[in-house]
């Protein structure tokens, strides 16, 4: 089978599907993009010897990792966008056992005992919502949301508590655990053992990958790779590449202009993801006792986002000067949406006919809510103030300058220690990231696999009765209501994701018939 389709999807990249008249050979690689052409290679290439998949899972001894094919599949082949006149892969952001790449018709969808039973809970649970709701009714609250009026989260907190105990019976009695937190999992705000038990009932083929996102997840470097899921993307077959080890443990660099500018912001940001987990603030000397050579001070900036609410966003910077995103190779090619797959919907959409009603929110720091390692931490460390960095690119310099005075052509990293600062500068606060990072290149890998999973969840939920349309774009989801009661699935995605607690940031929520 898998020797079957190589060679459909050799035939593919000749441009079998291409019009007659323009011939099977045609020269496809001038009309792709990089993407695309990144896609096509992924289809046709071997892996490396050192980044072959083996059946189990390194993370996880015992666990096999399921193949392509596995999972949710629908009958027949997903929706089918074109670029320029090629076919391309339709995507959702889901990963390709995604009820959400087939039309409604054509979905397969769980529907066991333990699945209508989850299913029925969550209605359930979702009419009990209702009168309770902006507008006292489903239809009302959707257009109090859509209309941006709503900036705190609408479901009455009693029925959200009331659906989790009601879910945890459930998995309970059909053998799939109590969805509640175990010892080592990481205090976390997302009710992640749940989501994996839910996910585990609903037979998804990568529930197994929420026992790390309860307990940590890794960087990835040369010792410790990042796991492969064949199951749900296609494998990644381009990497930055620079000049190096295996470790490319590069030097610590100072913070950039912009978050002096807004130093007063970040520190305050700082403050509150300190309380809320993640982050720890610790001083220079108690991270080199803890971290040693594996300590990485990276420089950090800032800029305002959009808009006039004055917030601003910090940019971790891992790959210049300290060369960490070199180390991390991700294996699997996560992509999102893009023009192509927004058209093959809308095209569907004016097929099946009737109204239609659109909603889109965003994820409140969506690469955030996945924990990193301890172990980890270090990897990711920065300063606001201080002058450690300066004095490590010192002794750089002067340990370069050395070398080639005796004519060493390779100078290794020089060792961390204490010695090489002066008291006060032990003392400094150094800044761990306990969570995924913006600007660390695995956090949006992790966070790409952990947002994938839980929209695969809302189509289980949602069934075929309230099925939608649903594209996430990183931390941003797009919905499309569907049949006279578009308002019922909407709304039941989004109940699914405060279930779960999924953190929403409810005044960004807009839609109707139209929005941008």
């Known amino acids: 089978l898998d020797e079957i389709e190589r060679e459909s999807e050799k035939l593919d990249a000749r441009g079998a599907d291409l019009p007659i008249r323009e011939g099977p050979d045609i020269d496809v690689q001038a009309h792709l993009s990089e993407d695309e052409m990144e896609m096509q290679q992924s289809a046709t290439s071997r892996p490396a010897d050192d980044d072959a998949t083996t059946d189990e899972e390194r993370e996880l001894p015992g666990t096999v990792r399921p193949k392509k094919g596995a999972g949710w599949w629908g009958r027949g082949p997903p929706l089918q966008p074109h670029r320029k006149g090629l076919a391309k892969i339709f995507i959702d952001g889901a990963g390709f056992p995604s009820p959400g790449r087939w039309k409604v018709s054509r979905r397969r969808l769980p529907d066991d005992a333990v699945a209508r039973d989850i299913r029925n809970a969550f209605t359930e649970g979702l009419q009990e919502a209702a009168p309770k709701l902006p507008g006292g009714d489903l239809k009302r609250a959707l257009l ?16 959200i508590e009331e659906t989790r105990t009601r879910l945890r019976l459930i998995l309970k009695r059909h053998g799939f655990g109590d969805g509640l937190p175990r010892e080592g999992d990481v205090v976390q705000m997302t009710e992640v053992r749940l989501i994996q038990g839910l996910l585990a009932a609903f037979q998804d083929p990568d529930h197994y990958f929420v026992e790390w996102w309860a307990k940590g997840v890794w960087l990835g470097s040369a010792a410790r790779p990042l796991p492969r899921a064949p199951a749900l993307y296609e494998r990644k077959v381009k990497w930055p590449k620079i000049e190096g ?5 590069g030097e610590w660099r100072a913070n950039y202009s912009s978050l002096k500018e807004h130093e007063a912001k970040v520190i305050a940001q700082y403050r509150a993801e300190i309380d809320e987990g993640m982050m720890k603030v610790v001083t220079l000397g108690e991270a080199i006792d803890e971290y040693g050579d594996e300590l990485i001070i990276s420089g950090t900036g800032a800029i305002a986002k959009k808009g006039a609410s004055g917030d601003i ?4 910077d891992g790959s210049h000067g300290v060369l960490l995103n070199y180390g991390i190779r991700i294996r699997d090619q996560i992509r999102f949406p893009t023009a192509p797959d927004i058209k093959a919907v809308l095209s569907e959409m004016a097929d099946e006919g009737g109204p239609h009603f659109l909603l889109v929110y965003d994820v409140k720091k969506a690469h955030r809510r996945v924990p ?8 990711q460390a920065c300063q606001v103030r201080g002058s450690a960095a300066a004095t490590r690119q010192l002794k750089k310099t002067r340990a370069t300058e050395s070398a080639s005075s005796s004519s060493l052509t390779d100078v290794p990293p020089a060792k961390i220690s204490r010695a090489d600062f002066t008291e006060a500068e032990l003392g400094e606060d150094v800044y761990l990231n306990c969570v995924g990072t913006f600007g660390v290149t695995s956090a949006g890998y992790w966070w790409g696999r952990a947002g994938g999973a839980i929209i695969r969840l809302t189509h289980y939920v949602l069934g075929f009765a309230d099925a939608l349309w649903a594209l996430l774009y990183s931390d941003d989801g797009m919905l499309t209501g569907r049949t006279e009661r578009y308002e ?4 039941l995605h989004l109940f699914v994701l405060v279930v779960v607690n999924l953190p929403i940031s409810w005044r960004k929520v807009k839609g109707g018939p139209q929005t941008e």
């Open 313 to 316: 966003r910090v940019i971790y």
């Open 488 to 491: 019922r699935g909407l709304l």
């Open 144 to 159: 109090e949301l859509a209309s941006g009026n709503v900036e705190l989260n609408p479901f009455p907190e009693e029925v």
């Open 245 to 249: 080890g295996p470790e490319l443990h």
């Open 372 to 379: 990193v390692l301890r172990e980890e931490w270090g990897r």
